[in-house]
C-alpha cells in the first residue's frame, strides 16, 4: 500500500468528513487508507455510519480515553502505506498534497517532512498563508523558539524507507507537534521543510483543556525537553506573548516563573514580562499588543502590494 492518512477523532462525527473527503479526492491512481482512531467520543456510533460510506476507511476504537498523541502512534502502528500523514479531525489536506510529497520524500530521501500551511479564519471564507522560516538543520528547539518556527500535526508526513522510529510521546497532552519535531531532530531523522501548504487549518476551533491542565502540560513539555535556559527563556518569549494577548494572567505568570535571565537584556525582558502581567496592567498591556501586531500585519502587506 503506498499511502496511509492518519486521523486522530474525539467527538468529531459532525465535522470530520470534510478531512476525509480532501484526502479522497487526491488518492486517484493511489493505494490508500484513512485510519480513524476514536478516543472513545460520546458521538462513536455516528462516526461509525459515516465510516461505512467510505470503502478505504477504517474505524479504530481506543478502549480507554487518552489524548491525541496516544491515537496518532496507535495509527501509525497500524498503518500499511509506505508514507504516513498526520491530519487533524479539523484540518483538511490542500489540492494535490499527497503525491507532491511523496515524490519530495522519495526525491530527498527525507524520512519527516513538515511546513506551510493555509489557516481558515473566523468567517471561514478567507484563508491566510503562513509564512514560517525554512527549516535549514540545527537544533529543532532553536527553531521553534528562536527562529519562532512552528510544526504542526497537520502538515507532517513521513517515509517508512528512511524513517529512523521517531513517535509522539504519549505523555503529551500540549505541544504534541513540537515535541514530535524535537524527538524527531534527536532521533536523527531526516528532517526537511516544505514551504507550499500541505493543509487547511482550522485556527478558530478552541481546545477544552482547564487552566490547571493546561499549565501541567506545558510544565511537563519545559521539564522533559527544555533543559537549557537559552531554549526555555525562548519558549517563555513565545508563549508569553500568546498568554498577554489572550489577557491570560495565570499562563503569563507561569512563563515569569519558568524565565531564567543570564544578562542584562533578559533581566530587562522578565522585568517587562513581571509589569505587563501584573493584575492592573495586563488588560492594557493586551490591547497594546494587539494593536502592535494589528499595525504590523498592515505594514507587511502594504510592503508586498509595493513588491
Not at 3 to 10: L, N
Not at 34 to 56: G, P
Not at 166 to 192: M, P, S
Amino acid at each position: 500500500m503506498q499511502v496511509s492518512v492518519v486521523i486522530p477523532t474525539y467527538n468529531s462525527a459532525a465535522f470530520v468528513e470534510r478531512a476525509l473527503l480532501s484526502v479522497v479526492s487526491q488518492t486517484e491512481g493511489l493505494s490508500h487508507e484513512i485510519l480513524l482512531v476514536d478516543d472513545c467520543s460520546d458521538d462513536r456510533e455516528a462516526l461509525s455510519r459515516l465510516v461505512q460510506r467510505y470503502e478505504a476507511v477504517r474505524l479504530i476504537e481506543k478502549p480507554a480515553r487518552s489524548n491525541a498523541a496516544v491515537s496518532r502512534n496507535r495509527g501509525l502502528e497500524e498503518s500499511r502505506g509506505a508514507f504516513v500523514f498526520f491530519l487533524d479531525s479539523d484540518d483538511a489536506l490542500a489540492p494535490g498534497a499527497l503525491k507532491r510529497r511523496m515524490a519530495m520524500h522519495r526525491d530527498s530521501g527525507a524520512s519527516v517532512i513538515f511546513g506551510n500551511y493555509l489557516a481558515r479564519l473566523a468567517d471561514a471564507s478567507r484563508l491566510s498563508a503562513s509564512r514560517l522560516p525554512a527549516y535549514r538543520g540545527g537544533d529543532m528547539r532553536h527553531y521553534l523558539f528562536v527562529e519562532r518556527g512552528d510544526v504542526r500535526s497537520s502538515t507532517l508526513s513521513l517515509c517508512k524507507a528512511f524513517w529512523q522510529g521517531t513517535r509522539f510521546d504519549d505523555a503529551t497532552r500540549k505541544h504534541q507537534d513540537w515535541v514530535f519535531a524535537i524527538r524527531a531532530f534527536h532521533q536523527g531523522e531526516r528532517l526537511l521543510f516544505d514551504p507550499q501548504p500541505t493543509a487547511v487549518m482550522d485556527v478558530t476551533r478552541q481546545g477544552r483543556m482547564s487552566s490547571s491542565a493546561n499549565l501541567d502540560a506545558s510544565r511537563y513539555v519545559v521539564k522533559r525537553y527544555l533543559c537549557q535556559d537559552h531554549h526555555r527563556n525562548a519558549f517563555s518569549r513565545r508563549q508569553w506573548l500568546s498568554s498577554l494577548s489572550r489577557r491570560d494572567l495565570t499562563a503569563c505568570r507561569f512563563q515569569v516563573e519558568i524565565f531564567t535571565p543570564g544578562n542584562w537584556r533578559e533581566r530587562r525582558d522578565l522585568a517587562l514580562f513581571r509589569l505587563a502581567s501584573h493584575p492592573v496592567l495586563i488588560g492594557a498591556a493586551s490591547a497594546l499588543l494587539t494593536l502592535a501586531l494589528r499595525l504590523r500585519r498592515l505594514g507587511s502587506r502594504s510592503g508586498a502590494m509595493q513588491r
